[in-house]
Structure formats: structure tokens, C-alpha cells
């Protein structure tokens, strides 16, 4: 199974953009990269997910590389309501389970 | 839209007891997922069903947990005789469908809180 690597913590400024790497060197072709955070005592939420091309929604924006092998989270203009863990994960069998890591505890401060 | 349904949300039961939680996905949603969140871990999956059917429960501790989707919808995941290492949070997620190649996104409940003691 492809797994990825994420930074363990990082902090950011308020009003900033937050840049989330994480690098995923095993990806099969036919592989979605995804993005989920998880507020203190709720579930995780959805963010975006992507397969080649950069992608951008009302929360964020996906940058893949060429290569797929890395991509990076962006996070436009930090709120404290972003301080959350960010999980980066290849989706990988056909039956379409997530596969969690320890993910990047972001911490957005004032 | 109505999100993931859990309950309950909270609870505590001694060691040796039974529990029992219970999930409601969204409406139309064929894939039912379970997942075990120890504190300080991220998710891990226990069990995938696919409609009534189950397509992935190789981490399902099968001597203490089992789970049920009999209908299809709703979801039971029960826990006897609970031990102490069984503390976490029990997630229940849901997706349209389980291709992981076709984005579909999955949605995720909540959460129900069990402390074991």
C-alpha cells in the first residue's frame, strides 16, 4: 500500500497561508491523494482529494506534483479555526478504504 | 443533507461489560465503514461493509467485536466483553460507493466516546 509522510507538527500566523507538504513516492497511477482534518472531539472532515491535476475548493487547494509523488495542502488565510490534525492519505484498494497516519497537528496562532 | 448518524455519543462501562454503538448513514449511501481512534492515533479501520455485506474486516478483533448492517442502512458495532485497551473513539463513516479509484468521498459521523474502566 502507498503510504505517506507528513511533518509532525507546524504552526502558522493568522491571516497567512499554510502550506501542508506531504509526500507520497509509492502512489500507483490510478491513486486519489486526499485530505481530511480532525478537530479536537469530532470526526474527521473532508477537505479535497485529487488524482493529476491541481484542484481547489471552497476550503483549500491541492498541489500535485508532475511526478505525484508530493503533493501540498494549502490553506489560503489561516483562521484559529483551522488549528486541527491534517491527515494526507492515498486511497488505496479498489474497495476504497482510508488508510490513516498520525497526520500534521497544525496550529494556527493569533 | 443529514451527516453521519452515531450514538450514543458518550460512554462508560466497566471492564467485562457489554456496548453497543450504533450508526445511521447518509441516505443512499451503500458503504458503511467502522473505525477505532485511540487517543493520540489516527483512525484505524475495523470493518468495511459493502451494503449488507461485508467486504473488509481484517482488524476486526472477531473474539470481542463483532458488526452487523442487516437492512443495509443502519450499522451496529458491539463490544463483549470489553477490556481496558478498548478506550477510543468508534467512528462510523459512509460513501456512495466503494470504488477508491472514482473519488467518491467518504463522510464521517461524530464519534462515540468509550471509556473502559
Known amino acids: 500500500d502507498a503510504k505517506t509522510t507528513q511533518p509532525t507538527s507546524m504552526d502558522c500566523a493568522e491571516g497567512r497561508a499554510a502550506n501542508l507538504p506531504c509526500n507520497h513516492s509509492?502512489?500507483?497511477?490510478?491513486?486519489?491523494v486526499y485530505w481530511y482534518r480532525q478537530i479536537h472531539s469530532q470526526g474527521p472532515q473532508y477537505i479535497i482529494h485529487g488524482l493529476k491535476n491541481n484542484e481547489t475548493n471552497e476550503m483549500a487547494s491541492l498541489i500535485i506534483t508532475e511526478d505525484r509523488k508530493s503533493s501540498t495542502l494549502i490553506l489560503p488565510h489561516a483562521t484559529l479555526r483551522d488549528t486541527a490534525v491534517y491527515y494526507c492519505i492515498v486511497r488505496t484498494d479498489s474497495w476504497g478504504k482510508l488508510q490513516f497516519g498520525a497526520g500534521t497537528q497544525v496550529v494556527v496562532t493569533p | 443533507e443529514a451527516g453521519v448518524a452515531q450514538s450514543p455519543r458518550y460512554k462508560i462501562i466497566e471492564k467485562r461489560q457489554s456496548v453497543a454503538f450504533w450508526c445511521n448513514p447518509i441516505?443512499?449511501?451503500?458503504?458503511l465503514y467502522w473505525y477505532q481512534q485511540i487517543l493520540g492515533q489516527g483512525p484505524k479501520l475495523l470493518i468495511q461493509f459493502q451494503n449488507n455485506g461485508v467486504v473488509d474486516d481484517s482488524q476486526l478483533p472477531k473474539d470481542r467485536f463483532s458488526a452487523e448492517r442487516l437492512k443495509g442502512v443502519d450499522s451496529t458495532l458491539k463490544i463483549q466483553p470489553a477490556k481496558l485497551e478498548d478506550s477510543a473513539v468508534y467512528l462510523c463513516?459512509?460513501?456512495?460507493?466503494?470504488?477508491?479509484?472514482?473519488?467518491?468521498?467518504?463522510?464521517f459521523g461524530e464519534g462515540s466516546w468509550l471509556t473502559v474502566v
Open positions: 441516505s443512499g449511501h451503500a458503504t
Open positions: 463513516a459512509s460513501s456512495y460507493g466503494a470504488g477508491g479509484y472514482s473519488g467518491n468521498t467518504i463522510y
Open positions: 509509492t502512489i500507483s497511477g490510478n491513486e486519489y
